[in-house]
């Protein structure tokens, strides 16, 4: 028989723009706690508020169906930290632009075929 494998409690979010913040709502209103992260306090701000923060179909209402369980931090390290499942949804340059992948190498080495 095989094994029964159960949803995670909470999920982390990087990058809330749109892609990332209609995925965060629609985790959210389906009963899982979500941490989204932006480098954009815009975002974080209007996402904690219960607004979509950009213009997409239908995401303010999927927001304020799940905005018991949906925050938004800047604090990108935090929010991975915190979550058992991390989507990192960031521009494709994202590489080019160190404040996007810093905190994933406390080290300061950058992991092996990553980003390649």
């Known amino acids: 028989m095989a094994a029964r494998v159960s949803a995670p409690r909470k999920v982390a979010i990087i990058g ?7 995925m965060a709502a629609a985790v959210a209103s389906r009963g899982i706690q979500v941490i989204g992260a932006d480098l954009d306090p815009s975002k974080v701000e209007a996402i904690n508020r219960g607004e979509a923060p ?3 179909t239908n995401l303010a209402e999927t ?3 799940g905005h ?8 990108i390290r935090r929010a991975a930290l915190e979550a058992e499942v ?8 994202a590489t080019s632009y160190p404040r996007w992948t810093r905190w994933a190498r406390p080290s300061g ?5 990553a980003w390649s």
Do not use: H, N, Q, W
Request: some cysteine.
């Open 16 to 22: 809330l723009g749109k892609l990332g913040a209609p």
């Open 54 to 56: 950009v213009r997409e």
């Open 63 to 65: 927001i304020r169906a």
């Open 68 to 75: 018991a369980r949906l925050r938004a931090t800047t604090d």
């Open 86 to 93: 991390i989507f990192i949804i960031v521009p494709r340059c």
């Open 109 to 113: 080495r950058r992991p092996s075929g």
